[in-house]
């Protein structure tokens, strides 16, 4: 099934035609609960990895948090989290010979976020030695930081910079973004601009300040890979993220039960920070792609 963000509710570049320049295309990944197959793309779902290749571990001191491994429970295997195909997502950056992107994460806080630390594959899918993994589980992990299995539906849609508003611009903008609200009752911030979500490309959904990294290789900003966020939508941005085919025939979606409402705007079950997430970044300018990651709570 497809799922569709409803149009926006006002002409942003009519309005604002200083974004036009700075529009950005990115796809939604709209994760929902199901049983994705190891060749597909997914959310939480089974990965193919090469025979040859032993399973990754995460062997870093971790903070004694409430998501701490247990003492001495030594390396940790890492857990499958996102595994995408250039076929559903040709937009990403692959490298020479890659079609498969997979991000797996070690499930248990770590100094950089009180978070998951993730980290990145780039495969050949046509590999003869790439098969279904059979990854060891890891004790103790939070089930929070591991996902549920969810199949994917790529949408793209057009964003525009919110938080990475140039300051001037922003300044510039500010009493149009409010005359705006005060007439339509549309927020630029959470209506108009950046969707929240797991996605690929666009603008991250930044809960602060914007922290792009740079690369360490060729020392240029690094490009948004990919978001794993805990929440579809909130409290403020449901009324134009929250997608057609989910919108209940009456009421809110805030009026269904919980599971239900759950099975659209949490479907993987994750829960990082105060409903946060990963964003995801990779260098497109380097051949081994170097990556970073950034919590949000």
Known sequence: MVRTTPPRPVDVEALFPE???LRREAVRL?????RPGAGESSLGGPVRWPRAEAWPHCADEHPRTAYAPPRGAGPVPLVPVVQLLAADVPELPWPD???VLQVLWCPFDHEQGYAPRPEVYWWDGSRADLGPADPPRPDGA???YLPEPCVLHPERIAEYPSWDLPERLSEELEERFEQVEEETGWSYEYHLSVADGTKAGGYP??????????CPGCGRR??????????EFDGESWRTWLPVEDTPATGEIWDLPYEERSSV?????LMIG??????????PHCPDRPYAHRATA
């Open 142 to 144: 939070p089930s929070c």
């Open 274 to 283: 105060d409903m946060g997430g990963l964003h995801l970044f990779a260098c």
């Open 19 to 21: 974004l036009r320049a």
């Open 205 to 214: 959904a930044w809960g602060q300040d914007p922290d792009w990294p740079d």
């Open 30 to 34: 709209h994760p929902r609960r199901g």
């Open 97 to 99: 010979g890659a079609d």
């Open 265 to 269: 705007q949490s479907a993987a079950g």
């Open 222 to 231: 690094m490009d948004h890979l990919l978001s794993v966020a805990a929440a």
